[in-house]
């Protein structure tokens, strides 16, 4: 029964004068259980729960589990009247409690609700936890359930006042002394996935990696023709451009000795391929591979007389081959590939480093002597290159070299200084060897136009240079100025450098050349 409850739990004895805060008195305004009711931070504990089970249950038996309070607060009755409405007393529920409620540990907790004299109660007490907030859903339960014992006109909620039930936060089961939880904390629920853009997932990624194919290792003729394609192209398709649906006369040869002088070949070699077009073709329709072929022809007849072997003397111990050229345009690299080559055959090689202006070309050539098993001599950096050349040239003979290779510091041509000090390393070497340095090898950078001609001018006049190495024909090249090089100075090409690996020295081949020139396969 629902007064019997209300006799277990609910005490009169707040003076009636007591005031109700504002707050609670709009807390307490009806409403549905399911309406907006007002969020408490510290929710119902586990005793209370069970505690508020049982009345809630008698209330939920006497049909009262929509709230019936009426809109407007109802005042007590006086004492004497109580019983009229079905309300006993404080005096005579707590005599009540006692006599019914067992001298327990629990009866400490006993909830009670603590109702001013002239007030209806609402809230059940713990008397232990006096400052502990109060559910306001055990509110709503309790009121509904007085509603049905409580005649119309009282006024509920004007004067109820609420008593903290719940215990300091240092006792709430699952809460540790500091106030934090020793039990697993409620699992949150997970955050939905945001909807990505198209073009987006989530997750880890999963690159794998995907297999490069080893590129295919192209022939030196390949590598040679790929360098040439810039001075080919343009000219096979200037070429084509020329003469197409043009029969040959006096102005297209002469448009053609331009494009052909464009392209680096020189004056002779220009003239020696429209001198054979001429004769063969005047007045008649010419393609672009009529001219293409002649001109592989004309420029290898140039060539071939330049390409030749490099010849060792190796009666002399050693043979010495002075390396020499403007900055950069491969000396060191090629005296490494001409050692590896070289021991690579059996040949005992020497390498001096007379490029004491440069830290890197010291240790770059002490690099290229271990990988071709080659002896080392080097220096100080800035000390006499000459003074070098000659303390290098001493130790080869005395180790019994083949071939003792010396490199130079890159000078430009123009320098008169510095091509006075090559001059000076020549000379001391002949102190040694009258013949020494047997060979003077000039190294050229293919990318470098018409400057390779005052080049292999100079360095010839001053160092003697008897022999041609042409670099970098695999990359940019402009090739057509060997051509030219060759037509005027006839010294001799010796190799052709196509790569900067140790096997990219080719000997050089007046007939493969010439064609990658013309744009032609091999
Ligand atoms: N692609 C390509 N690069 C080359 C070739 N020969 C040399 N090189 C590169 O050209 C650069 C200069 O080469 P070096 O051997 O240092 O030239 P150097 O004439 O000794 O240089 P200096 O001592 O400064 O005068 C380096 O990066 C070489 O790897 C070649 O045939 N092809």
Redesign the pocket.
């Known amino acids: 029964m629902a007064l019997s409850f209300i006799k277990k739990v609910f005490t009169f004895g707040k003076p009636a004068e007591e005031p109700v805060p504002d707050a609670v008195e709009r807390e307490l305004e009806p409403r549905s259980r399911d309406e907006d009711l007002p969020i408490v931070d510290d929710p119902v504990l586990p005793q209370e729960m069970d505690t508020a089970g049982g009345p809630a249950a008698d209330v939920g038996e006497g049909g009262a589990e929509e709230s019936d309070l009426p809109d407007e607060a109802l005042p007590l009755p006086p004492a004497d009247q109580m019983s009229d409405f079905g309300l006993v007393p404080l005096s005579l529920l707590e005599a009540e409690a006692e006599a019914e409620t067992p001298a327990t540990a629990e009866s400490e907790v006993e909830e009670t609700l603590s109702v001013p004299s002239g007030h209806l109660p609402h809230q059940r007490v713990d008397r232990s936890q006096a400052d502990a907030p109060v559910s306001i859903e055990e509110t709503v339960e309790v009121t509904e359930a007085l509603s049905e014992e409580i005649p119309a006109e009282m006024d509920v909620k004007q004067d109820i006042s609420i008593q903290p039930i719940s215990p300091p936060l240092g006792e709430l089961p699952g809460r540790a002394e500091d106030g934090i939880s020793s039990e697993p904390a409620a699992e949150q629920p997970k955050p939905e996935s945001p909807i990505l853009p198209k073009g987006f997932a989530t997750g880890p990624a999963i690159i794998e990696p995907q297999p490069i194919a080893p590129q295919p290792k192209l022939s030196w003729f390949q590598r040679l023709r790929n360098g040439l394609a810039r001075t080919s192209s343009q000219l096979t398709n200037q070429i084509t451009a020329l003469f197409t649906k043009r029969k040959l006369d006096d102005e297209t040869l002469q448009d053609l000795e331009d494009l052909l002088i464009q392209a680096d070949l020189g004056v002779e070699t220009a003239l020696r391929v429209t001198d054979t077009l001429a004769s063969e073709r005047y007045g008649k329709d010419v393609t672009g591979e009529d001219v293409s072929r002649i001109m592989a022809s004309e420029i290898a007849k140039v060539l071939k007389p330049v390409a030749k072997p490099l010849q060792l003397d190796l009666s002399h111990k050693p043979h010495v081959i002075l390396v020499v ?1 403007v ?8 005296i490494g590939k001409l050692a590896a080559k070289l021991s690579g055959a059996g040949l005992k090689v020497m390498l001096a480093a007379g ?1 004491t202006f ?1 830290a890197a ?1 010291i240790e ?1 050539l002490k690099i290229w002597a271990e990988r071709t098993n080659s002896e080392f001599v080097g220096t100080k950096l800035g000390a006499d290159a000459a003074g070098l050349a000659y303390d290098a040239f001493e130790q080869a003979k005395a180790k019994k070299c083949d071939v003792l290779i010396v ?1 130079t ?2 000078r430009l041509q123009n320098k008169a200084e510095l091509m006075a000090e090559l001059e000076k390393i020549v000379r001391v070497l002949g102190r040694l060897d009258p013949d020494a340095p047997h060979t003077v090898l000039q ?1 050229l950078d293919a990318t470098t136009g018409q400057n390779a001609l005052s080049q292999v001018e100079i360095f010839r006049n001053v160092a003697g240079v008897n022999g041609l190495i042409m ?5 940019t090249a402009r090739g057509g100025i060997l051509v030219a090089i060759s037509a005027k100075h006839k010294l001799p090409v010796y190799f052709i ?4 690996a140790v096997d ?1 020295l080719e000997p050089f081949e007046a007939e493969d050349f010439a064609r990658a020139i013309a744009g032609l396969p091999q």
């Open positions: 050229g900055n950069g345009t491969g000396k060191t690299t090629t490029d440069r070309a770059q490199d510091a890159g190294t670099t970098k024909l695999d990359g450098g196509v790569g900067e990219d």
